[in-house]
């Protein structure tokens, strides 16, 4: 059974850099066939694919056009979790953040993190 | 990209049957079978409900199932229970390599 655990702090000053963990288990980030993933959610609003890292021999990225200029989704294939950072924060980034997997590339997602509620404020 | 439209509420008695549509473009929802549902609870992470159109996870009640007909996929809930009072949501791939999600719909059972 896949399990994903989020860690990252919960208050983040306007301009400085959200980052976010999401440690694995029963599955591995190299797995050649899944996709690991960024998803946020606003306040009473549907959620937001932000980007993914997954292997294919090597690594790969995909990002929103929305932040593509302030994302990075890395692996870490030593502690076999993956990370997300988004540079330059406002107000506008406070949401509800997941962590999720795309088991064999349809674009679909299962299972997801708890979430972590992170608030822009100074 | 912009979201796929989705009814921001649909209700039914208990027994019956509910459908909620998700309306996209020939660059999402038109274009690929990749589109998916989740189920929400308040304070939850959405849960999968339907995969690649019409699939059904392990797990999931046979009372729900799912359809695409051009740009518009549906969900539909048969037998409906208090129990799927809850919001929901669409996703489809695009055509730029990223997800787009429906606004959600609110189902509530009177």
């Known amino acids: 059974q896949v399990q994903l655990q989020q860690s990252g702090p919960g208050v983040v000053k306007p301009s400085q850099t959200l980052s976010l963990t999401c440690a694995i288990s029963?599955?591995?980030?190299?797995?050649?066939?899944?996709?690991w993933i960024w998803i946020r959610q606003s306040p009473s609003r549907g959620p937001e694919w932000l980007g993914r890292t997954f292997y294919r021999s090597k690594w790969y990225n995909d990002y929103a056009l929305s932040v593509k200029s302030r994302i990075t989704i890395d692996p870490d294939t030593s502690n076999n979790q993956f990370s997300l950072q988004l540079n330059s924060v406002t107000p506008e980034d406070t949401a509800v953040y997941y962590c999720?997997?795309?088991?064999?590339?349809?674009?679909?997602?299962?299972?997801w993190g708890q979430g972590t509620l992170v608030t822009v404020s100074s | 990209q912009s979201a796929l439209t989705q009814p921001a509420s649909v209700s039914g008695s208990p027994g019956q049957s509910i459908t909620i549509s998700c309306t996209g473009t020939s660059s999402d929802v038109g274009g690929y079978n990749y589109v998916s549902w989740y189920q929400q609870n308040p304070g939850k992470a959405p849960k999968l409900m339907i995969y690649e159109v019409t699939n059904r996870p392990s797990g999931v009640s046979h009372r729900f199932s799912g359809s695409k007909s051009g740009n518009t996929a549906s969900l539909t809930i048969s037998g409906l229970q208090a129990e799927d009072e809850a919001d929901y949501y669409c996703s489809s791939y695009t055509s730029s390599s990223s997800v787009v999600f429906g606004g959600g719909t609110k189902v509530t059972v009177l």
């Open positions: 999720t997997r795309d088991p064999v590339g349809g674009n679909w997602f299962d299972p």
């Open positions: 029963g599955d591995s980030v190299s797995n050649n066939s899944s996709a």
